[in-house]
């Protein structure tokens, strides 16, 4: 599956990582999965690496549908979620500009861009230097 996710207790962060050509159909079933995980949590922050994506199928439709599903699930109990794309490469600008439009006029999730590591990790006050060092460390 080109998207796979690992939740980070300590930090409260939730890592995706996209590969290769996304299919939104993945991306649906790799949330439903994240949504029954038993550290699953309502308000967890939200990283995710488009460093590795050479596209997207198009599929608007079924974005509308798991932006509306990533909304309910994320509001919780009144909880806002932080989600930083890290998008180093023009495809992955190109596509982070369209998941931030899709957010537009959705409450309780605060989604931004960033083009390094480094500034990506510091928008969501993590003191690692890099991604490898925060994987590494969350075990």
């Known amino acids: 599956m080109p998207v796979t996710f690992r939740i980070l207790p300590k930090h ?7 590969e290769g050509q996304a299919r939104l159909t993945d991306t649906t079933t790799a949330f439903a999965a994240y949504t029954v995980h038993p550290e699953f949590r309502p308000g967890q922050k939200q990283l995710v690496d488009l460093s590795a994506i050479t596209g997207w199928d198009g599929d608007f439709l079924e974005l509308m549908k798991i932006q509306a599903q990533k909304a309910e699930a994320f509001r ?6 932080m989600m930083v794309y890290y998008a180093p490469t023009r495809t992955s600008l190109d596509l ?5 439009q899709s957010w537009d006029g959705l409450d309780g999730v605060i989604t931004l861009v960033q083009q390094s590591e480094l500034g990506t990790l510091a928008l969501l006050g993590l003191a690692e230097r890099s991604f490898e060092q925060l994987l590494q460390e969350a075990g």
Do not use: E, M, N, P
Request: proline residues 0%; charged residues 10%.
């Open 12 to 18: 409260g962060l939730v890592y995706v990582r996209y």
């Open 76 to 81: 919780g109990v009144g909880a806002q979620t």
């Open 96 to 100: 982070a500009k369209i998941a931030l």
